[in-house]
Every structure is written in structure tokens, then in C-alpha cells.
């Protein structure tokens, strides 16, 4: 059986560097407030039990996260996924590519909220 909390951890860290401390055993992302144990759900679901899964490559991973949180206009969460999709491998080109093909199947008001997150998290374009 796998232990979706270490493989969450692990993800967590790789993907999202300097947010958790380095010993599993201070890891707490309970904060007393209304559905505390959201975070911690997340860790061992999202992060250990799919990020961690064989089958897709994080970069693949990446893709089709984008693809879905961009339908969803999920601005709070693509911050970071813009961010960890550049750790996995992509570029901000493709990037730029997957709001306009999103554009075609989950509506233009989704890519243009998608454009406004990739500009305030993104680096910049070179001239």
C-alpha cells in the first residue's frame, strides 16, 4: 500500500519548493479555521495519491491540470500551477499555446482569465 502522505510531501516539495519545512513530522497544514483539514486532504489526495501515480509524466500532468483549472477559471490556483507547469518542463510559449487552444473549448472569458493570472505570475516576455 502506498503511503500517499510521504509521496504527497515529496510532490509538494518538489513542485512548490520552501513552503513546507523539511521534516515530515512538523507538517501540519491545519490552521483552526473553517475546514482546516482541507489542506491536508489535498496533500494526501491530490498531491500523493494522483501527482504521485505512475502513467503520466509531470509534464503531462501539467498540461491537462492547466487545461482543466483554466475551464474552471481557478485564478487562485493557477498562480501556482503556471509556476510548477514551468518546473515541469514547459515553457511559458507553451504555455501561451494551451489559453489559446483552451480559448476553443472552454470559452474565451476563461482563456482571457487565464492570460490576466499568466501575466501577473509569469516572467515577462523578451523582446
Given at each position: 500500500?502506498?503511503?500517499?502522505?510521504?509521496?504527497?510531501?515529496?510532490?509538494?516539495?518538489?513542485?512548490?519548493?520552501?513552503?513546507?519545512?523539511?521534516?515530515?513530522?512538523?507538517?501540519?497544514?491545519?490552521?483552526?479555521?473553517f475546514?482546516?483539514?482541507?489542506?491536508?486532504?489535498?496533500?494526501?489526495?491530490?498531491?500523493?495519491?494522483?501527482?504521485?501515480?505512475?502513467?503520466?509524466?509531470?509534464?503531462s500532468?501539467?498540461?491537462?491540470?492547466?487545461?482543466?483549472?483554466i475551464?474552471l477559471?481557478?485564478?487562485?490556483?493557477?498562480?501556482?500551477?503556471?509556476?510548477?507547469?514551468?518546473?515541469?518542463g514547459?515553457?511559458?510559449?507553451?504555455?501561451?499555446?494551451?489559453?489559446?487552444?483552451?480559448?476553443?473549448?472552454?470559452?474565451?472569458?476563461?482563456?482571457?482569465?487565464?492570460?490576466?493570472?499568466?501575466?501577473?505570475?509569469?516572467?515577462?516576455?523578451?523582446?
Amino acid at each position: 500500500m502506498t503511503d500517499h502522505r510521504a509521496a504527497g510531501l515529496a510532490e509538494f516539495r518538489a513542485m512548490l519548493p520552501g513552503i513546507l519545512p523539511d521534516s515530515d513530522d512538523a507538517v501540519s497544514l491545519r490552521d483552526g479555521n473553517f475546514a482546516q483539514d482541507l489542506t491536508e486532504l489535498s496533500l494526501d489526495n491530490v498531491f500523493g495519491a494522483l501527482w504521485a501515480r505512475p502513467g503520466l509524466d509531470k509534464r503531462s500532468r501539467s498540461l491537462v491540470t492547466l487545461g482543466v483549472l483554466i475551464a474552471l477559471r481557478a485564478s487562485e490556483e493557477l498562480k501556482f500551477h503556471f509556476g510548477i507547469a514551468l518546473k515541469n518542463g514547459l515553457t511559458v510559449e507553451e504555455l501561451a499555446e494551451v489559453v489559446y487552444h483552451c480559448a476553443g473549448y472552454a470559452g474565451f472569458p476563461a482563456a482571457a482569465n487565464s492570460r490576466t493570472v499568466g501575466i501577473e505570475v509569469l516572467p515577462k516576455p523578451t523582446a
